[in-house]
């Protein structure tokens, strides 16, 4: 098996459950009223380009706020009622994109037929 660092997107539910997860390494956990852990293979949010997607209400305006902490084994994501430090629970789904390290196969190259 061969070792490889790539990203991998999930949307994380209230529940602490995700959706969508593009690694089914990835681990989700609700701790507490508005604390969610994701772990697994998780190095820590996406090093390149986007990290959070956040629901907007019909004004466009964030729904949550948030803050991360990368710990052994993952990440903390800590939500927050909009413009204050009071600790709630998503609403609807956080999309996040994270920096992964995963396990793949092996593989030999296919050589074809007049292949040099």
Known sequence: MA??????????LSDGTNKDSTEPQMTTTRQELGVYKVGGVVLGL?????????KED??????ISLSTEKVDGGVIVRTFERGTQ??????GA???????EV??????PIQTEGAA
């Open 58 to 63: 019909a004004n466009g305006d964030k729904t």
């Open 3 to 12: 070792t490889i660092q790539k990203t991998a997107a999930l949307n994380l």
């Open 94 to 100: 956080l999309t996040l994109r994270f920096d992964v």
């Open 46 to 54: 996406a090093s390149e380009g986007w990290t959070t997607s956040i």
């Open 86 to 91: 009071t600790p709630c629970d998503i609403v």
């Open 103 to 108: 396990e793949v196969p092996d593989y030999e």
